[in-house]
């Protein structure tokens, strides 16, 4: 089973869509959580980290439950630049610097 | 300021070749990580650098695949005998731990095709 799964999507959405993605982890000693943006053929860089008590950033909203593992990730009034690929990304309390990256779930926002 | 730079960005080699891929990280990032990135996958953990160390090595696939950072600041990813699966884009990233929940700062890749 892998550490971090995620649906490939692709989500395909109109501009100033909300959009929605989950992300499950399966170890139950994971500690600090992540979401990506990757464009294509680009390098990831980091979108946020995902607080217990969740956090905002502008459009973009995180939600950890970690009594379901998973985290999930809401961005909403959706702009053709969001089109990119997004990855999970989790580590745990045992191995801090060993980061496990879900495969990612790609978004095409369209006008 | 100059972030993690990767050379060279595209390896076309053949199956049996040595390579050397090389990574220099962001000044003063004590953290250095080396990833593979198949296509349709995300970054796999490869090995972790704190200092001058390997942290971290449970991610190298076999003894083919070798890592070091003498100095601690640019890295070298080697790889021997290669194989045609050993094909993918390689990744380098750093951080300086402690802060910023350990954000990593990936450079742009490393393209390697093996024929």
């Known amino acids: 089973r892998k550490e971090v799964e995620q649906d490939p999507g692709p989500f395909n959405v109109p501009e100033g869509a909300t959009v929605a993605f989950n992300c499950t982890y399966s170890?139950?000693?994971?500690?600090?959580f992540f979401w990506y943006r990757q464009d294509c053929r680009k390098e990831p860089k980091l979108l946020m980290s995902?607080?217990?008590s969740g956090n905002e950033d502008g459009r973009f909203t995180a939600q950890l439950n970690r009594a379901s593992q998973y985290i999930s990730l809401l961005i909403r009034d959706s702009k053709l630049s969001d089109s990119a690929t997004y990855l999970c990304?989790?580590?745990?309390?045992?191995?801090?610097?060993?980061?496990?990256f879900g495969s990612g779930t790609k978004l095409n926002v369209k006008p | 300021g100059a972030g993690v730079s990767q050379t060279p960005s595209n390896k076309v080699t053949e199956k049996g070749k040595y390579v050397e891929l090389r990574c220099d990280p962001i000044?003063?990032?004590?953290?250095l990580y080396w990833y593979r990135q198949s296509l349709g996958q995300g970054p796999e953990f490869l090995i972790y650098?704190?200092?001058?160390?390997?942290?971290?090595d449970s991610g190298l696939p076999n003894d083919r695949f070798f890592a070091v950072r003498p100095e601690g600041s640019v890295s070298t990813l080697k790889i021997q005998r290669t194989e045609r699966g050993d094909s993918a884009v390689y990744l380098c990233?750093?951080?300086?731990?402690?802060?910023?929940?350990?954000?990593?700062?990936f450079g742009p890749g490393t393209r390697l095709t093996v024929l």
């Open positions: 990233a750093s951080s300086l731990p402690g802060t910023s929940y350990n954000e990593q700062f």
């Open positions: 170890n139950s000693a994971s500690q600090s």
């Open positions: 995902v607080y217990s």
């Open positions: 990304v989790v580590n745990t309390l045992y191995n801090f610097n060993k980061f496990y």
């Open positions: 000044s003063g990032h004590t953290a």
């Open positions: 650098f704190q200092g001058t160390g390997a942290a971290d």
